[in-house]
């Protein structure tokens, strides 16, 4: 079907590009574009560097004629950008960066004594909430996951490990928001794209930021604010050397000094790790320094800015203390301010009230709820409390089709609300 043009697009390993059969199909073919998927995968400087991307330039050169060639990848550093240029010989290439700053996530790392506990409290501290443990090992996985089921939380696990078909279950039940939070190894959240993961914990350091970025970048794609939390030890260092000097020794074909290479540079990624897990500057701004991009010293929403923030406050009313008890008298403690953006009590109630539509509307169809709408755009509706399908589509992410789909359903509920205040 493939050779009588019935696809537009054909998904190939790089493996796949030197078999006999798919090069005797390629010569038949006319080919209009070559896009290479995580494209940092060729450089040694990238943290998933597969050999076989090396020889994607010679089976590009192989064709009948040179097709345009696209790379594409959301962790690249400048050395790997430069690798991905030159190894599969671009010529004159367009160069697209769309950013690596995402403004809703809140970063933080910890160093507690206890790691289980620590976990416990945040997950316990997001009630309803779906998030992402990430663990390092299997093991991990499997004990991190029962840990919490036995205190009462709804986990899945993911590995590599798992039959295909529990693999699929808990993928779906996660999907679905039958639990509240997946364990898993890195081996989950390629092709998974849920929009209301408000918080993504690494219960182990990564190995590289790249892999720490992509992972943690899981977490708010709906634009609201998500919290990405690394908890860390001086062990999971050692674990990650243990991966590394494993992968060195391997017989994989590749010649020494390739793999000698290969271990420096996951080295010096694993340095650049340790230092953003034990720094106490912004960690934003270390992240988007390391990825090339120029970054403020201070983001405000850090762990790090934060307890700079709070030191410095702290200081300040020691400060002020002092100054009121030598003229015998303290001021009253001001109120704080609502935070920006937060809902009254009964818009709150209002917004409860379109999650459980958007929840029966969603088993009815058998869909993830988000697929009804998203967070945010619930959100907006409790708001600013359209009346009417005219006002209901100037909601963003609203739609005709899903205005006419789902819209009556959602005003009669914000007709009742706004009627039971007047």
């Known amino acids: 079907r493939a050779r009588e043009g019935w696809y537009k697009i054909i998904y190939v390993a790089p493996e796949r590009l030197e078999t006999e059969g798919f090069q005797a199909f390629v010569r038949e073919a006319d080919i209009s574009l070559v896009a290479v998927d995580e494209a940092h995968c060729i450089s040694q400087w990238g943290q998933d560097f597969r050999p076989s991307y090396l020889n994607i330039p010679a089976f590009v050169e192989s064709l009948p004629h040179r097709p345009p060639v696209g790379a594409f990848t959301a962790t690249a550093t400048p050395d790997v950008k430069a690798d991905i240029h030159r190894l599969l010989d671009l010529q004159d290439p367009l160069e697209l960066t769309t950013g690596f700053d995402r403004e809703n996530l809140y970063f933080e790392v910890q160093q507690p004594a206890d790691k289980r506990a620590a976990l416990l409290e945040l997950v316990k501290g997001r009630p309803g909430k779906c998030g992402i443990v990430y663990c390092a090992t299997r093991k991990n996985v499997e004990e991190v996951c029962d840990f919490l089921r036995q205190r009462g939380v709804a986990a899945a696990r ?19 928001d039958r639990v509240q939070v997946m364990v898993a190894t890195n081996a989950f959240g390629m092709g998974i794209d ?27 794609r709906d634009g609201q604010p998500a919290r990405c939390t690394l908890l860390y030890s001086g062990t999971d260092v050692r674990t990650i050397r243990f991966f590394i000097d494993k992968e060195r020794e391997a017989d994989n074909g590749l010649p020494a000094d390739v793999k ?40 405000g929403n850090c762990s790090c800015c934060l307890a700079a923030e709070q030191e410095a406050q702290l200081q300040v009313e020691y400060a002020r203390r002092r100054a ?23 818009d709150e109630k209002l917004l409860n009230a379109l999650y459980a539509v958007r929840k029966r509307l969603a088993g009815k169809q058998n869909l993830p709820a988000f697929m009804v709408f998203n967070d945010a755009t619930l959100r907006e509706m409790a708001e600013k409390k359209p009346m009417s399908i005219d006002e209901l589509l100037n909601i963003g992410g609203v739609g005709e089709k899903k205005a006419a789909r789902y819209g009556n359903a959602f005003l009669r509920v914000i007709e009742d609300a706004v009627g039971s205040r007047e």
């Open 158 to 176: 993911y590995h590599a490990g798992l039959d295909p078909e529990e693999r699929q279950r808990n993928q779906e039940d996660f999907l679905y």
């Open 194 to 220: 849920k929009p209301n993961v408000r918080f993504v914990i690494h219960y182990n350091m990564p190995k590289d930021l790249e892999s720490y970025y992509q992972e943690a970048g899981r977490a708010g």
């Open 260 to 299: 000698a290479e290969a271990a420096r540079k996951a080295e010096e990624r694993l340095k650049y790790m340790t230092f953003y897990s034990t720094t106490q500057h912004c960690l934003r701004g270390f992240l988007l320094q390391y990825f090339g991009e120029a970054a403020p010293k201070k983001c």
């Open 324 to 346: 009121a008890q030598s003229a015998d008298r303290l001021e009253k403690p001001r109120r704080a301010k609502p935070a920006a953006g937060s809902l009254s009590e009964a």
